[in-house]
Structure formats: structure tokens, C-alpha cells
């Protein structure tokens, strides 16, 4: 019903910055909130930043990246700035959406990109 595809994974240098980006398709007018997720070796996955999927909508994120990362939408694009970068941000991101709203559980969503790798070094 929903597919998405994330992109803008790669390898930075601590301190720099890379844009993540999630494309949208299918019924994306069943979808209530998008969120991005992360998961690193040996850990579980775990909630990065998400936002509503109306125009404007409020948007939260983890305490180990506010002030860094940016979650925002444009039409059918979910997009991730991620500022000052450390080693510690290393790990799959994952775009994903569902019908529930302000959810910081990946269970409660339903759709999910293929994931897309970012790796910083130092």
C-alpha cells in the first residue's frame, strides 16, 4: 500500500553532515506519521526523529540528537539533515510510516524502507 525508499547513506567524517531522504509512494494519504530509525551492530533499533504527515505537523526527536538532526517533509519526501556528526551515529537508518501518530515504537509502524548505511569516522 506504501513503499518507501531511502537514500544519502555514507561515509563522513565526525562533524560533517549528510542528508538522509525517504521517498513515498503508494496510498501515502493513509499515512498519519512518518519516523526515522536507526539500528547499529549488536543494538536494537531505536527511534531517531519523527513528524506528522500533515503540513506543519509537530515532530520529536531522540534526546542523544536534538539540537542535530532535522526531520521535515516536502509533497512525498521525508527528509533527515544530520549535523555534527560523531562515531556514536554510526548505524542503519530506517524510514518509516504509519497510521498512529506521535509513536516512538517501531511496532506501531507499518511501512519500512530497505534502510540505508551511515558510517562516521574519526
Known amino acids: 500500500q506504501v513503499q518507501l525508499v531511502e537514500a544519502g547513506g555514507g561515509l563522513v567524517q565526525a562533524g560533517g553532515s549528510l542528508r538522509l531522504s525517504c521517498v513515498a509512494s503508494?496510498?501515502?494519504?493513509?499515512?498519519?506519521?512518518v519516523a526515522w530509525f536507526r539500528q547499529a551492530p549488536g543494538k536494537e533499533r531505536e527511534f531517531v526523529a519523527g513528524?506528522?504527515?500533515?503540513?506543519?505537523?509537530a515532530t520529536a526527536y531522540a534526546d542523544s540528537v536534538e539540537g542535530r538532526f532535522t526531520i521535515s517533509r516536502d509533497k512525498n519526501t521525508v527528509y533527515l539533515q544530520m549535523n555534527s556528526l560523531n562515531p556514536e551515529d554510526t548505524a542503519l537508518y530506517y524510514c518509516?510510516?504509519?497510521?498512529?501518530?506521535?509513536?516512538?515504537?517501531?511496532?506501531?509502524?507499518?511501512?519500512w524502507g530497505q534502510g540505508t548505511q551511515v558510517t562516521v569516522s574519526s
Open positions: 513528524t506528522l504527515w500533515s503540513s506543519g505537523g
Open positions: 503508494g496510498r501515502t494519504m493513509t499515512v498519519s506519521s
Open positions: 518509516a510510516a504509519g497510521i498512529y501518530r506521535n509513536s516512538r515504537v517501531p511496532e506501531r509502524y507499518r511501512y
